[in-house]
């Protein structure tokens, strides 16, 4: 079992930039692929970021891709999301989520969510 939460939300300019952080509960975090997700209002859940157990591999959506970096600290069991160049489009509910799968899976793959931070960006 694995308790997720999230913080480091909030508004910030366009251009901006903010950390989101994710705690995590459990002794077993290092065995799991971490991942970032957004949803927008009326939007679906979407992919943001990923971060493989070790931390060596990470995979991004192509929207974020050069802005964003993943990253995790096993020794705090916590996962990171550093946001730059924020658009009004990054927008979102951010939630972290943890899988026992692959570094690529779909997000029915993620076992464990956490209960989201707000990002809000003015333009």
């Known amino acids: 079992q694995v308790q997720l939460v999230e913080s480091g939300g909030g508004l910030v300019q366009a251009g901006g930039s903010l950390r989101l952080s994710c705690a995590a509960s459990?002794?077993?975090?290092?065995?799991?692929?971490m991942g970032w997700f957004r949803q927008a209002p009326g939007k679906e859940r979407e992919f943001v970021a990923s971060?493989?157990?070790?931390?060596?591999?990470?995979y991004y959506a192509n929207s974020v891709k050069g802005r964003f970096t993943i990253s995790r600290d096993n020794a705090k069991n916590t996962v990171y999301l550093q946001m730059n160049s924020l658009k009004p489009e990054d927008a979102a509910v951010y939630y972290c989520?943890?899988?026992?799968?692959?570094?690529?899976?779909?997000?029915?793959?993620?076992?464990?969510w956490g209960q989201g931070t707000q990002v809000s960006v003015s333009s």
């Open positions: 459990g002794r077993t975090f290092s065995s799991y692929v």
């Open positions: 989520a943890a899988s026992p799968s692959g570094l690529g899976v779909p997000l029915r793959r993620y076992d464990y």
């Open positions: 971060i493989s157990w070790s931390g060596g591999s990470t």
